[in-house]
Nanobody, 121 residues
């Protein structure tokens, strides 16, 4: 089971850190994807963080330089640090895994419930 948390209301230019925590299995072995879905829009892939030795991470162009993914092995958690937030970042954010170590997996088959991020003044 995956659980995404950490969303909230933030002003433009602000920061939030989302957490993706696993229960029942170890996240260390798996690549983790972050996705978001804004009202009336299709779900969009935000990043994919592999569990390979080089920890390769991929970001959608719109968040490059602003969002960073990291992993805390002890807490079995992956974080999405979001800086310089913009109103267009407003969405429900989800984490998911396809239970492979590489990005992207053939299919993301385990999803956490979403967490709402609202960027507004």
């Amino acid at each position: 089971q995956l659980q995404a948390s950490g969303g909230g209301l933030v002003q433009p230019g602000g920061s939030l850190r989302l957490s993706c925590t696993a229960s029942g299995f170890t996240l260390d072995y798996y690549a983790i994807g972050w996705f978001r879905q804004a009202p009336g829009k299709e779900r969009e892939g935000v990043s994919c963080f592999s569990s390979s030795d080089d920890g390769s991470t991929y970001y959608v162009d719109s968040v490059k330089g602003r969002f960073t993914v990291s992993r805390d092995h002890a807490k079995n958690t992956v974080y999405l640090q979001m800086n310089s937030l913009k109103p267009e970042d407003t969405a429900v954010y989800y984490c998911a895994t396809g239970r492979t170590h590489y990005c992207p997996p053939p299919r993301y088959d385990l999803w956490g419930q979403g967490t709402q991020v609202t960027v507004s003044s």
